[in-house]
Each structure stands twice: as C-alpha cells, then as structure tokens.
C-alpha cells in the first residue's frame, strides 16, 4: 500500500529473523495498520529501525511526520 501510495519502501522490512515469533508478527502489524489508517495526514513516515535518539530514550516504533511540520510518536506495547 505504501508503494502504491507513491511512498519510499526501500527501507520498509520485516526482519526474518522474527518471522518465527508470533508476538513480533503481531506487533509489526498492529503498527503497520496505525501508519495506514493515518498516511494520508502525513508526508513522511521513519521506522523504528531508522530512529537515531539518545541512548537515554527508547525508540518509537514509528515517526509521521505532516505538512504543518509536527511529529508523530507511534509506540505500541508488546
């Protein structure tokens, strides 16, 4: 949908190495299902893997970035 959607998904992926634990399949999901029902208030979307913070933060799962120049924070519990 992304690629459809004209978005970047170069550095869109699922890690194999978790495609055996169900919990993760479910999580990655539940996060790719909040990116999509929100796209189109976005321009950019930056995904967990691709967050530089502080050592002293946790990563989101995902950042939206909109038009009027705010951010986004997804983070979902595991």
Known sequence: MLQVAGRDVAKAQTQTSRLNRYSHIMHDLAVQRAVLKRL???NEVIWDQHINLPDQF???????????????????ER
């Open 40 to 42: 189109a208030h976005y």
């Open 58 to 76: 946790d990563n989101p799962d995902a950042l939206l970035h909109s038009p009027k120049n705010y951010w986004v924070a997804l983070d979902y």
